[in-house]
């Protein structure tokens, strides 16, 4: 069955030289590989956004350690204070208890 192009009169033309079914073969072998080139960019349009996408995902995980670090670092420098006066505390009243008492009898 020949291919028959839009506008050329279908059964009642005249019969179609080889020359023109080569043509017409050509044409929609031209028309399919442009729609598979075109498919094909669609796809690698999606795979780049899908890429891209996933690339602001990735560097939203690291912003959010570095706001994580961020946060936790004077909450961490604020408990070691924290650690640090009532171990000093500590040693004071160690210190306190192991001294010898004062006279009371001798007025200052």
Same mark, same amino acid.
């Given at each position: 069955?020949p291919?028959? +192009?839009p506008?050329?009169?279908?059964?009642?033309a005249?019969p179609?030289s080889r020359?023109h079914?080569f043509?017409?073969a &050509?044409i929609?072998?031209?028309? &399919?590989?442009?729609?598979?080139?075109?498919g094909?960019e669609l796809f690698?349009?999606?795979?780049a956004l899908?890429?891209?996408l996933?690339?602001?995902?990735?560097?939203a995980?690291?912003i959010?350690y570095?706001?994580i670090?961020?946060?936790? !670092?004077?909450?961490?420098?604020?408990t070691?204070?924290i650690?640090? *006066?009532?171990?000093?505390a500590? *040693?004071? +009243?160690a210190?306190?208890q !192991?001294a @010898? @008492?004062?006279?009371?009898?001798h @007025?200052i």
């Amino acid at each position: 069955m020949p291919i028959s +192009l839009p506008g050329s009169g279908g059964d009642h033309a005249a019969p179609r030289s080889r020359l023109h079914r080569f043509t017409a073969a &050509i044409i929609w072998i031209n028309a &399919i590989s442009v729609t598979i080139l075109v498919g094909g960019e669609l796809f690698a349009l999606s795979a780049a956004l899908d890429w891209a996408l996933a690339g602001l995902l990735h560097l939203a995980g690291n912003i959010n350690y570095v706001l994580i670090a961020a946060l936790f !670092a004077p909450s961490a420098l604020a408990t070691w204070a924290i650690f640090g *006066r009532a171990l000093a505390a500590e *040693r004071e +009243l160690a210190q306190l208890q !192991a001294a @010898p @008492p004062v006279s009371q009898s001798h @007025p200052i």
